[in-house]
């Protein structure tokens, strides 16, 4: 006999809803030890949750993290290993030109991905923000992996104008069969660059919350539903309404810097860097807030799995300045960096029957361990041999620590090692328990974490085995990539 869902009650499949936002570093929010920015609802989240302090990206930047994420695979194994873009013809909105095609280098089309595992397992699905998986009209588009309802960028690049021209959409319910673009008529009345642009008064973070929060207040008891949320804030440029968020940040750094501004990257002339970066900040935490209320007001919080996390380290794009606001100087490096700054992450999970509010953990996971946690939550044990491709080897990497928000700490597998590489800055980087090897150009660099957090005391001569042995790892994780060349440890 088949129990329909709705009969289940309290054991019904859990909702999972992924907030993942851009260029946040591990020290830009107050549980983490923030004395600049206020983020009440996400410390919030935390003491009802877990806080992990050794959580890491998929990637130094966005569109292999995410791709990380996705596919449950490090980047010496995932199709998507950098931020590869295809622009190609022109088209005109109002009298700003702009690309016909854009986007990133697709995910493989032959690889499973999380939204495609999740819609295969009953799950409604969902992504409100930035989907950096594959260019208009390529294999690898929102409406060809699984997603029901999609409403952001497909292109991060067009990502870099938070008043665009465009915003791109694919609804099921809607009808449509394919991605389709959603003209911002009245920023398209005003330029993309200079002053004019400042009148521009359809704002993309908002709009794709306001999408996310309507999907959400449809979703019920009955259907389990799974959303990643991959809000673009804080990612550059620095610019947002003038509301009363921003202005409490006027007031309080009444010394602020402003940027001259960057055509080439979309980045408009500021003001007020600070203020505008602290802002956003803040603005998201309201976002989170208001996820957290209306799954309250809903009757969903308790069989719901929160997550918090961020694609990648802190940025310095569009003239953000991180070291101001982590003047601890905790970790070292930034995006597009392999150090700890570039890749270890804010990362915090709740969920209240299970874990234990007020909870951390020490555990190092990594965003290909995302896929077979969810896996495991759902009841999917055999996902790398059910969803592994046929015609080649396939890959997943990852291992489920849902023993370890569960509280059963014994029961938990921990990573032998753990990798990543990143062509646009030819670095490579093994993690083996607290030896961290960096290897820049194919140079070797060895640091103890335990003793070195912040990176600064390069050991290699001292202990050559080490280096032998985290090299040799490096040499086995990396499969070759044409589109994505790395210098290996030499």
Request: proline content about 5%.
């Amino acid at each position: 006999m088949i129990v329909p869902l709705s009969a289940i009650g309290h054991c019904r499949k859990p909702n999972i809803v992924f907030i993942l936002c851009d260029d946040m570093g591990y020290g830009d929010l107050g549980c983490y030890g923030q004395r600049y920015i206020d983020t009440p609802n996400i410390d919030r989240l935390a003491t009802q949750g877990m806080l992990f302090t050794q959580a890491y990206a998929g990637s130094p930047v966005s569109a292999p993290s995410r791709a990380s994420l996705m596919t449950g695979q490090h980047i010496g194994h995932c199709e998507v290993r950098g931020n590869k873009e295809y622009w190609s013809g022109l088209t005109m909105y109002g009298n700003n030109r702009e690309y016909a095609v854009t986007g990133q280098h697709p995910l493989d089309p032959d690889h499973i991905v999380l939204p495609e595992i999740m819609k295969d397992n009953g799950y409604t699905t969902a992504q409100f923000g930035k989907w950096a998986g594959g260019y208009e009209g390529s294999v690898s588009t929102p409406d060809k992996r699984g997603v029901d309802e999609f409403y952001g960028y497909i292109c991060q690049f067009q990502a870099h104008l938070y008043y665009p021209n465009f915003l791109n959409r694919y609804s099921r319910a809607l009808g449509d069969t394919a991605v389709v673009r959603e003209v911002m008529h009245q920023n398209v009345e005003h330029a993309m660059y200079g002053p004019d642009y400042f009148n521009r008064a359809q704002y993309s973070a908002d709009i794709i919350h306001r999408k996310a929060m309507e999907w959400l207040d449809r979703q019920d008891e009955q259907q389990p539903f799974y959303a990643l949320l991959t809000y673009t804030l804080p990612h550059a440029e620095l610019v947002q309404p003038e509301d009363s968020i921003l202005a409490d940040y006027k007031r309080r750094f009444d010394e602020d810097k402003t940027f001259r501004g960057s055509e080439g990257s979309r980045y408009n002339a500021i003001t007020n860097v600070h203020a505008e970066f602290a802002g956003m900040i803040t603005r998201l935490d309201a976002y989170v807030g208001e996820i957290m209320a209306k799954l309250e007001e809903r009757g969903l919080a308790d069989n719901t799995i929160l997550i918090f996390s961020s694609d990648n380290g802190p940025h310095e794009e569009g003239g953000a300045d991180p070291t101001f606001f982590n003047r601890d100087g905790l970790l070292r490096g930034l995006k597009r960096q392999t150090y700890e700054g570039g890749i270890r992450i804010p990362f915090i999970v709740r969920w209240p029957r299970h874990i234990k509010a007020g909870s951390r953990s020490d555990m190092q996971i990594a965003f290909w361990d995302i896929m077979p946690t969810f896996c495991d939550i759902i009841g999917v044990n055999d996902y790398a041999t059910r969803y592994a491709r046929k015609d080649t080897p396939d890959y997943f990497d990852g291992i489920s620590f849902l023993p370890t928000l569960k509280g059963k700490t014994k029961k938990q597998r921990h990573h032998d090692h753990l990798y990543w590489e990143f062509d646009e800055t030819d670095q490579v980087a093994v993690r083996k328990g607290d030896w961290k090897l960096i290897s820049i150009h194919g140079k070797c660099h060895l640091y103890n974490l335990a003793t070195d957090l912040h990176e600064d005391n390069d050991v290699a001569a001292q202990h050559p085995d080490i280096v032998r042995q985290l090299k040799a790892i490096a040499h086995r994780e990396h499969l070759p990539n044409p589109h994505f060349k790395v210098t290996l440890p030499e």
